[in-house]
């Protein structure tokens, strides 16, 4: 009888080199409001990664079916992007794993648009076409802390890049309205700077909570107070069960 699979949620945090290839784990896309009941569902798991999900574009995963998964007694971590925010919100009852996790749970007021990309679509493995607020705060401390950039410009830089719709967070962006004043050839050794010290901080929580998930050291579901299924999720899940949703995964 084959072993129940390992599911990992995940899109532009988790490019496809970083995919590891092993049997029993199926990698799916961004998580979207349903996703994760469908998956349980059709595949059974015995445990779940959330590493992406999708932010504004379509309705994203529920607290409460999260919290319904934990219930049926299946681990749930979370990392990285949208998998950080929800481990969070969800402490103690799912896990998380990861510095953006734990900034999540310090700092209470860090808006859910901090690890919020654009990207491309699935048949170019979800490609980041902007970048992360807290990857770039962690690239501009990385360089005023090798003293490569001034203390004056990397406030200005993290100023700018709060500012910053997360549709407008590049460096092209970010370098040219943080120094309006200076030349095109500044500009593109300000990038050059920043890029030669870029943090993927989102990669590289995702690349740990991808490990503890292939290890089996992942917090097992704790008694939990009873699940109370509400009328309105009660609908969801029929809905769900009658119009089943495609899911489209591999084995990488």
């Known amino acids: 009888m084959p072993s129940r699979p390992k599911l990992v ?15 029993d784990l199926i990698f799916l896309p961004p998580a979207a409001q349903g996703s994760m009941l469908n998956a349980v569902q059709t595949y059974n798991p015995r445990a779940i990664l959330l590493i992406d999900g999708v932010f504004q574009s379509e309705p ?15 681990a749930v971590i979370g990392a990285s992007s949208m ?6 919100e969800l402490y103690p009852h799912m896990q998380g794993i990861g510095l953006i ?9 860090t808006p859910d648009d ?14 980041p ?8 705060r962690m690239t501009i401390r990385a360089a005023w802390r090798k003293k490569i950039i001034s203390r004056e410009l990397g406030r200005d830089l993290e100023m700018v890049a709060a500012a910053l719709n997360f549709r407008d967070r590049t460096l092209d ?5 943080a120094q309006p004043e200076k030349t095109e050839a500044d500009w593109r050794a300000c990038q050059s700077v920043l890029s030669g010290v870029f943090v993927q901080q989102k990669r590289l929580d995702a690349l740990a909570a991808l490990r503890v998930l292939l290890s089996g050291n992942y ?13 309105v999720f009660e609908q969801e899940f029929r809905d769900l069960r009658s119009t089943r949703r495609s899911l489209t995964g591999n084995g990488l």
């Open 114 to 127: 901090a690890v919020a990309v654009l990207h491309g679509p699935a048949e170019i493995g979800f490609a």
């Open 9 to 23: 949620f995940c899109g532009p945090s988790l490019p496809p080199e970083d995919r590891t290839s092993t049997p």
């Open 129 to 136: 076409l902007t970048s992360a607020l807290l990857d770039l």
């Open 101 to 109: 996790y734990r900034w999540y749970r310090r700092y209470l007021l």
């Open 173 to 177: 962006q970010l370098t040219k309205k």
């Open 219 to 231: 917090a097992q579901p704790s008694a939990m107070p009873m699940f109370e299924m509400t009328r």
């Open 60 to 74: 994203s995963v529920r607290h409460k079916e999260i919290l319904w998964i934990l219930s049926q007694e299946i």
């Open 83 to 88: 998998g950080a925010l929800r481990a969070a």
